[in-house]
């Protein structure tokens, strides 16, 4: 597919837009968290809430005007294959964690990604609950709240500290018990691996399959901060492609990658 005309804008000045207008989402998101609101089901066991869609519609307004050639893909839009044309695409989940949003636990994200050459070039994942404003851009780390974040580089599963499914981890389908293990769960799967990429998790461990806009940001987040994120073939995994769904995912640093995917390949039925 041919690609649209050329990007005129520094990653340098898109970036300081994509801080600048998530922040302005952080703080809308915040006058319905808590407040009981309105929401349905796209899907079963999809929720959305009207927080959801404002958010969206603020992000759209605030990067899409100034930037009418880039592309569109958020969870909240009807997806517009155009985007395949863009030689940049914002990739965008307004809120990931609606179900925690909407029974006000504290975390669900804004998570925003500049995809460019089908890889992440700038990326947000914020917190607005917590004030954790995780932010990336490619070549320069990545940084909590201004300060610089890197993974924790364990090297063996052993006592390590994963964000995911307890339960998982104790399904009878793998062939192989998991060592000693601290596994907590975070809804928002961007939140998760921001939570690697500070260093505040050794891993996290994805089996059901998640979207673009969930992973895009948190993959340049972790990235940049030394660590790895890839499917669970262990490939790269690259977004802004015509299918944007991928069948589970895993992060942290590239030895506990090794191991996670040893025990992956031999698991005996589906967990």
């Avoid at 504290?106 to 890889?119: G, K």
Wanted: proline share 4%.
């Amino acid at each position: 597919m041919q690609v649209s005309s050329p990007v005129t804008s520094s990653l340098e000045e898109d970036f300081e837009l994509l801080c600048s207008s998530v922040r302005q989402a952080g703080d809308l998101s915040m006058r319905y968290f808590g407040q009981s609101p309105q929401h349905w089901e796209k899907e079963e066991n999809q929720p959305v809430s009207e927080a959801d869609i404002a958010v969206n519609d603020l992000l759209h307004q605030q990067l899409q005007t100034p930037r009418p050639d880039y592309g569109w893909l958020s969870e909240e839009t009807p997806d517009d294959q155009h985007r395949l044309t863009c030689a940049r695409v914002w990739v965008v989940d307004p809120i990931d964690g609606t179900k925690a949003f909407i029974q006000g636990k504290p975390e669900f994200t804004i998570s925003v990604a500049l995809v460019e050459n089908r890889r992440p070039i700038g990326a947000v994942v914020y917190n607005p609950a917590h004030k954790e404003f995780y932010a990336a851009m490619l070549g320069m780390g990545t940084h909590c709240n201004g300060k610089p974040v890197q993974i924790t580089e364990r090297e063996t599963l052993e006592n390590s500290h994963i964000c995911g499914y307890e339960k998982m981890f104790a399904h009878e389908g793998w062939a192989h018990l998991w060592p000693q293990l601290t596994v907590e769960n975070r809804n928002s799967v961007a939140y998760r691996l921001a939570l690697v990429a500070g260093g505040q998790f050794d891993a996290t461990l994805i089996m059901n399959a998640k979207n673009d806009w969930d992973i895009a940001a948190g993959d340049l987040l972790v990235h940049e901060a030394g660590g790895v994120v890839c499917g669970l073939d262990r490939k790269q995994l690259t977004y802004n492609n015509q299918a944007t769904r991928h069948m589970g995912l895993m992060a942290g640093s590239d030895m506990l990658m090794a191991e996670f995917a040893s025990r992956v390949e031999k698991i005996k039925h589906n967990i």
